[in-house]
C-alpha cells in the first residue's frame, strides 16, 4: 500500500513525513524538480507482539505502508506542464492521498499567502487536484471525439458511453464534486481503462497545528471534521514538528511527553490508523513457529483472497481455512487448548475475512 503525501508549500509535509516514518529528511529543502522522499514503516499491531509472545516464532513480520513525500505543488500543478506534469503521473500511482495542510504560526517560516488560513489552502489543493483531472478528462473526450469520426456507427457504442461517463465527472468537477463522491460503479470504472483520477482517491486532511495547540488538538479535530469528513475523506489533527521530535527519544520517554501533552496516540499510529479505515482494509494473521505475521486485506475479502495474499497457489489450490479469532486464542493460551474448547473452526470458499481472524490455509499442491 502506497501513500501520496502532498501539500503547498511551507505546510511542514516533509516534517510530517518524518513524523509518521521515523525519517530523516531535509524540511524545507524542496524545489519543483526535487525528488520524492519515500519511506516504509510497518503497521503498528499489538495481536502480532502477542502472537510472537504465544509462537517464540523465527521471524516476526508486520504489515507495512509506503509512504512517499511529493514535493509541494507549485503554480502549474493543475496545469499537468512541466515538471507538474511528471509530479501528477507519480502521486496518480499511489493509493490514497495525504494532504498536509498548514495550522501552525511561525515567523522563521513565512506562509506563501502571507496569511496562516487552513480553510483557504484545503480549498486551493481540491482545485488544484480537480485540475488535474479536468486536464485528463478533456484529453480524453478530444481522443474520444477524434476516433469516433473514423470509425463505423455500430461501433460507437462504447467510446459514447465512456464519453458520456467523462462528461458527467466533468461536470461534477466543475461544480466542485471530487470524483469519490460521484457515485463511480464498477461498471464505469471499466469504461474508463484504469485511469487514475486524483480526486477519486481517499484522501486525509492532515492539520499540521503547532505544539502551543496541542491542549486544543481534540477540539480543533472535531471542527475539522465537522466541516470537512465525508466518505473517501477524513481529517486528522496533529504537530507534525512535536511528533518528528519525539522519534528521537525512547517508546517510554516518547509515551510520556505525549501524555503530558494530552495526546493519547502518536502521529503515526493516528495516519496509519485512519489510511486503513479510508481504503476499507483489515488485517488478518498467521501464526507458528517459523513465523508470525499480519497481511492487509480488503474488507469483505473472501478465505481464497486472502489466501491469494499470502500466495497465489494457496488461492489456485484453496481447500478450506481453520480459523480462529484473535481474543479466543489468547483466552485459551495456545492452539491445542482453542481445539479442545471448539473455538478453532473450518471455514470453506464463501467465508468473509474478518479484522483479526487467525489463518491456517488448507490447499492442494
Not at 499491531?45 to 509541494?72: G, H, M, N, S
Not at 480524453?140 to 455500430?154: H, L, N, P, W
Request: proline residues 3%.
Amino acid at each position: 500500500m502506497q501513500l501520496g503525501i502532498i501539500g503547498l508549500a511551507r505546510a511542514g509535509k516533509t516534517t510530517v513525513f518524518n513524523a509518521v516514518t521515523r525519517g530523516s529528511a531535509q524540511v524545507g529543502a524542496y524545489s519543483s524538480s526535487a525528488q520524492p522522499n519515500v519511506g516504509v514503516v510497518n503497521v503498528p499491531d499489538e495481536r502480532v507482539d502477542r502472537l510472537a509472545e504465544i509462537y517464540k516464532p523465527k521471524k516476526t513480520t508486520y504489515a507495512t505502508i509506503q509512504y512517499v513525500d511529493f514535493p509541494a505543488a507549485g503554480e502549474s500543478f493543475g496545469k499537468g506542464e512541466g515538471p507538474a506534469g511528471k509530479l501528477i503521473q507519480d502521486i496518480a500511482r499511489t493509493d490514497a492521498l495525504i494532504h498536509v495542510v498548514r495550522g501552525f504560526e511561525d515567523e522563521t517560516v513565512p506562509h506563501p499567502e502571507v496569511t496562516v488560513d487552513p480553510h483557504r489552502d484545503i480549498v486551493t489543493m481540491d482545485l488544484e487536484l480537480a485540475f488535474a483531472d479536468l486536464a485528463i478528462i478533456e484529453r480524453r473526450i478530444q481522443r474520444i471525439d477524434s476516433e469516433m469520426r473514423s470509425i463505423k456507427a455500430g461501433e460507437r457504442d462504447l467510446l459514447q458511453r465512456t464519453r458520456d461517463l467523462l462528461v458527467r465527472l466533468k461536470a461534477g468537477l466543475e461544480d466542485d464534486v471530487p470524483i469519490r463522491a460521484q457515485g463511480v460503479s464498477a461498471e464505469d470504472e471499466k469504461l474508463l481503462e484504469g485511469t487514475q483520477f486524483l480526486t477519486a482517491k481517499p484522501l486525509l486532511l492532515v492539520i499540521n497545528i503547532g505544539e502551543a495547540d496541542l491542549a486544543r488538538r481534540a477540539g480543533i479535530e472535531a471542527e475539522y471534521q465537522a466541516r470537512y469528513q465525508a466518505p473517501g475523506r477524513d481529517v486528522a489533527v496533529f504537530s507534525g514538528k512535536f511528533e518528528m521530535d519525539l522519534n528521537e527519544l525512547s517508546e517510554e520517554d516518547a509515551a510520556e511527553f505525549r501524555a503530558s501533552a494530552g495526546v493519547t496516540e502518536s502521529g503515526m499510529a493516528s495516519a496509519i490508523r485512519m489510511s486503513y479505515g479510508l481504503l476499507g482494509l483489515i488485517s488478518f494473521l498467521t501464526a507458528g513457529h517459523d513465523e508470525c505475521r499480519a497481511w492487509t486485506v480488503e474488507r469483505g475479502a473472501s478465505a481464497p483472497e486472502a489466501a491469494g495474499k499470502i500466495h497465489s497457489d494457496l488461492r489456485r489450490g484453496f481447500i478450506r481455512a481453520e480459523v480462529i479469532k484473535f481474543e479466543d486464542l489468547v483466552a485459551a493460551g495456545s492452539e491445542a487448548e482453542a481445539r479442545k474448547k471448539g473455538v478453532l473452526r473450518t471455514e470453506g470458499k464463501q467465508y468473509i475475512v474478518h479484522d483479526g481472524d487467525i489463518l491456517n490455509i488448507l490447499f492442494n499442491v
